[in-house]
C-alpha cells in the first residue's frame, strides 16, 4: 500500500473514531441520571427545607410535620416518610418540604424524573412535583408554586366529590384534577395499593406554551402496572409561568380541623432527573 492510501485511510479512521466517541458521549450525557436525593446518605435529609405555613393546629404545635428518614425492616434501603403531622393532630394545612435540584431544567428543555413512592395509609392528601419559585417564594405560594405536579389523596372535594386514591395529575385550563388511565384496559386506574413501590416517570417539556411545553407525560410501573405503562399525556403545568424549574418540592395536608382528610404518610425514595425522554429506570 502506498504512503498516500495509508494516510487517507488512517484519516479516514480517525473520523470514524471522533464520530464513535462524540456520538458515544452525546448519548451519555443524554442518558444518564443525575441522582436528586435516594435518602441513603445521613445527611441527606439536612438538604431539605422544610415549612408548615399554615399551622392551623390547636392546641398549638410547633413543626407539627413529620419529615424523617426511616430504613425497610427486611431491606438495606432508607426513604423519606412525609405526614402532614402525628396521628390525632389536625389543623396543619400546608406541610411543604422542599430543595434545590442538582441542574436547573431551563425553559426550551425536556428532562424526565423518575420517583419511587409508597402509600403508608389512607385517608391521606399529598401532592409532589417540581417548582420554578425560590425558596421564600415557594413557602408563600405553597400549593401555586408547583409546575409539574401529581397528587395522592383519598380526600372528598368541595363539591363533594370522593377521590378514590389513584395517582391524579392536572390537565385542562381551569386546573382541574384528573386520574391517570390505565392503557390495556382503557378505565380509570385503581387506587394505589398500600405500603406497595410504585416507580413514576414524569417527563417535562418546559418549552413555551406556544411552542406545546409547559406539560409533561408520566409513566408508572406497579401495582396493576406490571410493566412500564404510559398512563397520561400531556398533564399541564400549574402556573405555566414559563422559567427555569429548580426545585423537587412536596406538600402534605391536614384538612380544616372540623373534616380532617386523615394523617396518613408518602414515603418517598430514588428521586433521579435526566436530560431529554429517558425511560429507563436508574435503580435496575
Same mark, same amino acid.
Given at each position: 500500500?502506498?504512503? @498516500?492510501? %495509508? =494516510?487517507?485511510?488512517?484519516?479516514?479512521?480517525?473520523?470514524?473514531?471522533?464520530?464513535? /466517541? *462524540?456520538? &458515544? +458521549?452525546?448519548?451519555?450525557?443524554?442518558?444518564?441520571?443525575?441522582?436528586?436525593?435516594?435518602?441513603?446518605?445521613?445527611?441527606?435529609?439536612?438538604?431539605?427545607?422544610?415549612?408548615?405555613?399554615?399551622?392551623?393546629?390547636?392546641?398549638?404545635?410547633?413543626?407539627?410535620?413529620?419529615?424523617?428518614?426511616?430504613?425497610?425492616?427486611?431491606?438495606?434501603?432508607?426513604?423519606?416518610?412525609?405526614?402532614?403531622?402525628?396521628?390525632?393532630?389536625?389543623?396543619?394545612? @400546608?406541610? %411543604? =418540604?422542599?430543595?434545590?435540584?442538582?441542574?436547573?431544567?431551563?425553559?426550551?428543555?425536556? /428532562? *424526565?424524573? &423518575? +420517583?419511587?413512592?409508597?402509600?403508608?395509609?389512607?385517608?391521606?392528601?399529598?401532592?409532589?412535583?417540581?417548582?420554578?419559585?425560590?425558596?421564600?417564594?415557594?413557602?408563600?405560594?405553597?400549593?401555586?408554586?408547583?409546575?409539574?405536579?401529581?397528587?395522592?389523596?383519598?380526600?372528598?372535594?368541595?363539591?363533594?366529590?370522593?377521590?378514590?386514591?389513584?395517582?391524579?395529575?392536572?390537565?385542562?385550563?381551569?386546573?382541574?384534577?384528573?386520574?391517570?388511565?390505565?392503557?390495556?384496559?382503557?378505565?380509570?386506574?385503581?387506587?394505589?395499593?398500600?405500603?406497595?413501590?410504585?416507580?413514576?416517570?414524569?417527563?417535562?417539556?418546559?418549552?413555551?406554551?406556544?411552542?406545546?411545553?409547559?406539560?409533561?407525560?408520566?409513566?408508572?410501573?406497579?401495582?396493576?402496572?406490571?410493566?412500564?405503562?404510559?398512563?397520561?399525556?400531556?398533564?399541564?403545568?400549574?402556573?405555566?409561568?414559563?422559567?427555569?424549574?429548580?426545585?423537587?418540592?412536596?406538600?402534605?395536608?391536614?384538612?380544616?380541623?372540623?373534616?380532617?382528610?386523615?394523617?396518613?404518610?408518602?414515603?418517598?425514595?430514588?428521586?433521579?432527573?435526566?436530560?431529554?425522554?429517558?425511560?429507563?429506570?436508574?435503580?435496575?
Amino acid at each position: 500500500m502506498s504512503a @498516500k492510501s %495509508i =494516510s487517507n485511510t488512517a484519516t479516514v479512521f480517525s473520523l470514524l473514531l471522533t464520530t464513535f /466517541f *462524540t456520538s &458515544y +458521549t452525546f448519548a451519555y450525557t443524554e442518558n444518564s441520571w443525575i441522582l436528586i436525593d435516594n435518602f441513603e446518605s445521613p445527611a441527606s435529609i439536612n438538604q431539605w427545607v422544610n415549612a408548615d405555613v399554615q399551622n392551623e393546629t390547636q392546641p398549638f404545635i410547633e413543626n407539627p410535620q413529620v419529615t424523617i428518614i426511616e430504613r425497610e425492616s427486611d431491606k438495606n434501603n432508607k426513604y423519606l416518610l412525609r405526614k402532614p403531622a402525628a396521628e390525632g393532630v389536625v389543623g396543619n394545612r @400546608k406541610a %411543604i =418540604s422542599f430543595l434545590p435540584l442538582p441542574e436547573q431544567v431551563n425553559v426550551g428543555d425536556t /428532562f *424526565t424524573f &423518575y +420517583t419511587r413512592v409508597n402509600v403508608e395509609y389512607f385517608p391521606n392528601n399529598h401532592s409532589f412535583g417540581l417548582s420554578n419559585l425560590s425558596a421564600e417564594k415557594i413557602k408563600t405560594a405553597n400549593y401555586n408554586a408547583f409546575e409539574p405536579m401529581i397528587r395522592i389523596t383519598d380526600k372528598a372535594e368541595s363539591n363533594g366529590v370522593k377521590n378514590d386514591g389513584s395517582l391524579m395529575v392536572l390537565s385542562g385550563a381551569h386546573k382541574k384534577y384528573k386520574s391517570i388511565t390505565n392503557p390495556i384496559t382503557g378505565k380509570k386506574a385503581a387506587p394505589l395499593q398500600e405500603n406497595q413501590w410504585y416507580e413514576i416517570w414524569y417527563v417535562i417539556n418546559n418549552s413555551p406554551r406556544k411552542d406545546g411545553g409547559q406539560s409533561y407525560d408520566l409513566y408508572v410501573r406497579g401495582g396493576e402496572f406490571n410493566t412500564q405503562q404510559k398512563v397520561f399525556t400531556q398533564a399541564d403545568f400549574r402556573m405555566k409561568r414559563e422559567q427555569a424549574l429548580t426545585h423537587f418540592m412536596a406538600i402534605c395536608n391536614t384538612g380544616p380541623k372540623k373534616k380532617p382528610y386523615g394523617n396518613g404518610g408518602i414515603r418517598y425514595d430514588d428521586i433521579y432527573m435526566a436530560k431529554g425522554l429517558q425511560l429507563s429506570s436508574p435503580i435496575d
